[in-house]
């Protein structure tokens, strides 16, 4: 492969892990540097790093309860215009329109329940499967207005 063909090509991984806190540690690290070697802006890299951490986590907690027995998988795909993410546990799954908004004043204090909440405000895309066990998220480089309205 040429050299301008490597730095367009996809970045792609697919990593599958126990349900054990810090297990997705390398794989993480590894999104972020290929994030910073296609030249993606730290504010982009900070949200997919936040929305990888709290679904990872949540694939952990709430998919598989913890039980080490049971894999939590991520594939990402990443180019310079788009990042996709999936995150797949093997739990039952959930309806994602019951999970209750986080900024109800009932629920202010409660110490968890912001996950979903914050992988959709730093996404630009996020959606499920029918199953509720399958987290899909995209993010766009958040320059590309400016860029559109940059003059020539």
């Given at each position: 492969?040429?050299?301008?063909?490597?730095?367009?090509?996809?970045?792609?991984?697919?990593?599958?892990?126990?349900?054990?806190?810090?297990?997705?540690a390398p794989l993480i690290d590894a999104v972020l540097k290929?994030?910073?070697?296609?030249?993606?802006?730290?504010?982009d890299i900070f949200a997919v790093n936040m929305a990888l951490v709290e679904s990872i986590a949540n694939a952990?907690?709430?998919?598989?309860?913890?039980d080490p027995e049971k894999h939590v998988s991520v594939y990402c795909t990443i180019s310079e215009k788009l990042v996709h993410i999936s995150v797949k546990d093997e739990g039952p799954g959930f309806v994602s329109q019951s999970v209750p908004d986080p900024r109800n004043s009932e629920r202010m204090t409660c110490p968890s329940g912001r996950g979903v909440f914050?992988?959709?405000?730093?996404?630009?895309?996020?959606?499920?499967?029918?199953?509720?066990?399958?987290?899909y998220m995209e993010k766009f480089p958040s320059d590309k207005k400016a860029a559109q309205k940059a003059p020539a």
């Open positions: 492969m040429f050299e301008k063909e490597k730095k367009f090509a996809n970045w792609t991984c697919e990593e599958v892990f126990p349900s054990i806190s810090g297990k997705a290929k994030m910073t070697e296609k030249k993606w802006a730290p504010k952990i907690e709430h998919g598989n309860q913890h914050l992988i959709h405000g730093f996404m630009s895309k996020v959606w499920f499967s029918d199953s509720g066990n399958v987290i």
